[in-house]
């Protein structure tokens, strides 16, 4: 099995205020749960990646925030 994972290719610019950048997860090739115990894993396993991916979007989010205050006070004040 293969997991592949595909980022929103979206210039900061075009992200409208509090957006969220999304993720699309796809599987590769056939996979058989041999049990529940597998199902669990495989939700873990996702539960946690989008757990990272949200902390690093909330970490963009801020950078993009400090990067548009250092634009405006480097232009004198909001546009």
Same mark, same amino acid.
């Given at each position: 099995? +293969?997991?592949r994972?595909c980022?929103e %290719?979206?210039?900061f610019t075009?992200?409208? @205020? #509090?957006?969220v950048p999304? +993720? &699309? +997860?796809?599987?590769? #090739?056939d996979w058989y @749960?041999? *049990? *529940?115990d597998?199902l669990r894993?495989l939700?873990d396993?996702?539960? $946690?990646?989008a757990d990272q991916?949200? $902390? !690093?979007?909330?970490? !963009?989010? #801020?950078?993009? &925030?400090?990067?548009?205050?250092a %634009?405006? *006070?480097?232009? #004198?004040g909001? @546009?």
């Amino acid at each position: 099995m +293969v997991l592949r994972t595909c980022f929103e %290719q979206r210039p900061f610019t075009e992200r409208p @205020p #509090g957006h969220v950048p999304f +993720v &699309n +997860v796809e599987m590769d #090739g056939d996979w058989y @749960p041999h *049990s *529940s115990d597998d199902l669990r894993r495989l939700s873990d396993t996702l539960t $946690a990646h989008a757990d990272q991916l949200r $902390a !690093l979007a909330d970490r !963009l989010d #801020g950078l993009t &925030n400090a990067f548009d205050a250092a %634009q405006r *006070s480097a232009c #004198g004040g909001e @546009p």
